[in-house]
């Protein structure tokens, strides 16, 4: 029998006025027009469209982590991903690459690189062929050995030549946007190739295969120059809006807000859908309990994989709309601290599996993240003016960078205090019980 299992203890309630949402937006609010007073429009609204790519990760990460209880903790290499295909994708054409035999010269080699990995593929499907299965196995990794360092002994010797001659590749030339779609595509790519490997084992090992392919990512960036001029970073990336140069800073921010605010509605709107739907009843009663639902013949590492690939594809087109607002490429910037735990911080506060908590952990949480520091130099200045008078103190050289750490304190506390006294998020997952 294949119809949509709902989640236990899940049935029809009455519907209740949201006071509790409208409480914590309204608090939000005020954080946020206190934020424009203290600070200025130009700079606030750059707030709040950072604050809106990290929505859109956390959206991401939610899905994950909420719907299907998946822990992704390489959440910084699918935002690289996109930030790389934003860049790629928008940049102008780089002639001194087009114009001479070095793209064939790389054509060549990815076509020795797609027909080393059909050999390795038709390799490993040897046992079908009456191969014991010991004996493939080591001529698998003797074949794909060998083929490696062939493949690789001919990239380097084209990407010496492209480093030399043109710098690197350069871009296509294209719109902002299509760099978005792409780099969600490419995020889901590779979240369905680590997801078909590491979904049918137990959660933690899914947790340490995204954290190594996230530093796989942003090694292969950092040191990849023919590709992305590594260390050198790649900028100004184009908007898709017209920028500061044409309307000034804050309107321009403001114009770009409005495109991130209409993707986070469109995704917003696309996934209250999917929960509401009976594909999200089916992923909830997987995640709650994988025993009965296997029992009513669901298939649970496809729907597990469906929900693994959906969120990295938002990753990657947050990553994207995040990297071309910042207008700079650098592949070292992409750090675990910034990309991935606070996103994890940013739905621990939300809530897990609640889509608007979400939106509120991530703008809440990044109005904390930036104005932590400014409060914190403020504070620490207004000690040392009352010290100096009092007990002679001097101003310490470096208050600037004593204050930039107050962040990471800040957030340490905030997730403790959360983690003790709300554990299942401000705005927990609304689960409808039995009366």
Not at 228 to 246: D, H, K, M, Y
Request: proline content about 5%; overall charge positive.
């Amino acid at each position: 029998m294949n119809t949509p299992t709902a989640s236990p203890n899940e049935i029809a309630a009455p519907r209740r006025f949201p006071l509790r949402e409208v409480v914590l937006f309204a608090i939000l609010l005020v954080a946020v027009l206190g934020v424009y007073a203290l600070m200025g429009a130009a700079y606030s609204t750059r707030m709040l469209v950072e604050a809106a790519s990290y929505a859109i990760l956390a959206l991401g990460l939610t899905i994950q982590w909420g719907y299907a209880g998946q822990f992704n903790a390489g959440v910084m290499g699918f935002v690289a991903l996109g930030g790389f295909c934003a860049m790629f994708f928008s940049i102008p054409v780089n002639d001194a690459f087009w114009n001479t035999e070095l793209p064939g010269e790389l054509g060549r080699v990815l076509l020795y690189l797609i027909g080393a990995v059909l050999v390795v593929v038709s390799v490993s499907k040897l046992d079908r062929l009456g191969v014991p299965k010991k004996l493939r196995s080591v001529l698998t990794v003797i074949v794909a050995v060998v083929l490696y360092m062939v493949v690789i002994s001919a990239l380097r010797g084209v990407t010496g030549e492209i480093e030399s001659r043109a710098g690197f590749i350069g871009g296509l030339g294209l719109p902002a946007w299509v760099g978005w779609i792409v780099g969600g595509a490419l995020a889901g790519g590779v979240g369905y190739f680590i997801g078909h490997v590491c979904l049918g084992l137990r959660s933690d090992y899914l947790a340490i295969a995204t954290l190594g392919i996230a530093e796989i990512i942003k090694a292969f960036l950092k040191n990849s120059d023919w590709l992305t001029r590594g260390t050198a970073t790649v900028s100004p990336l184009p908007w898709p809006t017209p920028g500061p140069a044409e309307l000034g800073f804050t309107l321009a921010r403001a114009l770009y807000l409005s495109v991130t605010a209409l993707i986070i509605a469109v995704i917003f709107f696309l996934l209250h859908r999917a929960y509401h739907a009976p594909w999200g009843r089916m992923i909830r009663a997987i995640r709650d309990n994988e025993i009965s639902s296997a029992a009513m013949g669901k298939d649970i590492n496809r729907r597990r994989l469906e929900i693994f690939v959906l969120g990295c594809i938002l990753m990657g087109i947050g990553g994207g709309v995040m990297t071309t607002f910042n207008s700079l490429f650098d592949p070292q910037g992409y750090l675990p601290l910034n990309h991935t735990f606070l996103v994890l911080v940013m739905v621990i506060l939300g809530g897990p599996g609640n889509n608007l908590g979400t939106i509120f952990g991530a703008v809440a949480v990044y109005i904390i993240w930036i104005m932590s520091e400014p409060l914190a130099l403020f504070l620490m200045q207004l000690a040392v003016s009352l010290g100096e008078g009092v007990f002679g103190w001097d101003f310490p050289a470096n208050m600037e960078s004593r204050a930039l750490q107050a962040r990471v304190f800040v957030i340490g506390l905030l997730i403790t205090l959360v983690l003790r006294f709300a554990p299942k998020g401000l705005l927990p997952e609304k689960i409808k019980h039995h009366g």
